[in-house]
């Protein structure tokens, strides 16, 4: 399975990293087989104090428009990272 994660590094070096990790194959798919993509976002949790991974929830406009285009699905070879360094 293909995974992508952002690491979030504090200047505190007494904090750990974060890599809230995320999936590259999470699909709605709806009756008529159409699939829709799960576009996932980073957020910042005050109730653990962490970073984690959500679900970005999108226009009903910009769905409409993922689902008529028919949704070519991606597929990427090896992992995608970022690096965010948080002051």
């Not at 293909?2 to 798919?29: C, K, M, N, V």
């Not at 709806?30 to 996932?40: A, F, H, I, K, S």
């Not at 929830?57 to 990272?81: D, F, H, M």
């Amino acid at each position: 399975m293909a995974r992508g994660f952002t690491q979030y590094s504090y200047i505190d070096d007494e904090l750990p990293d974060e890599w809230p990790i995320h999936s590259a194959h999470l699909d709605y798919i709806l009756d008529d087989g159409t699939r829709l993509n799960v576009n996932q976002a980073d957020y910042y949790c005050p109730n653990c104090n962490h970073f984690v991974v959500g679900e970005r929830i999108e226009t009903v406009s910009a769905l409409e428009q993922e689902i008529n285009a028919g949704w070519p699905r991606k597929i990427l070879s090896g992992r995608r990272s970022r690096k965010i360094l948080l002051v």
